[in-house]
């Protein structure tokens, strides 16, 4: 999570665990749409390969095409931005009148509002979990029936399938953080490739021959190599043995 981002989340009034809220999002509502304009919204690696998968876009044709781009200066890991269309109300390119053009892969961002969600270590390899109410003026969400807690609304959204995998992301961060010292350059950009640009890891995997280095057994390397979402997370794997010397589920040859 980047520190602007936990700024913002850290302004909002906190959903205490067992505490619930009002929302309901539906076309017919008067305020239909109006979230989805002027965003800034970060893309996690998981958000890109959803999102360019329903597209049917390979990786650097996406990133060009719907992202801003920058390395944070914290970590020196890249930072992707869903890029807004150039008109007057900034609005998000897969906005329609009828909603969602990519509903099924939406960003997790967009699949956990009107809540934000913050996480931080647990200190037994998981994760603690907070949310934030996100209440917008123009929201009439808030006035529907249908009543939340922060776990109701996260499975009702499918924000599960997201979790895993963002949440391992933003494990990798908070470890550079606390570590003080960012990545290399060289590192900041092979991040690039192997976790936004998942389809050009898996032609670098076996150009490279990684798994002659690598404990990767033949039915795992099989899908590594087959399935985009399984080479994601070998990716994440990849990145902590190269940047900790400790992975739990990847070690080297003869470590």
Known sequence: MSDETQDFLDSLPELEAGKTYNFKCYPGISCFNAC???LNMILTPYDVLRLRRALHKGSVDFLRSHTTGHFSPDTQFPEFRLRMLDNEEKTCPFVTEQGCSV????PGAC??????RATSPDGEGGVCERFFVVREDHCKGFLEPN???GGSWKQDQGFEDYTASNDRYMNILARIKEGGIPVSEKM??????????????????TRMRLFDRLEVDEERQKAILEDEFVALSFAMDWFELMLFQDCANLKEKGA
């Open 188 to 205: 900041g950009h092979m991040a690039v490739m192997a976790l936004y640009k998942v389809d050009e890891f898996q032609a670098f995997i």
């Open 36 to 38: 989805c304009t002027d």
């Open 111 to 116: 699949r956990m509002y009107p809540l934000g």
């Open 103 to 106: 509903y099924a892969d939406r």
């Open 147 to 149: 009543e939340w807690t």
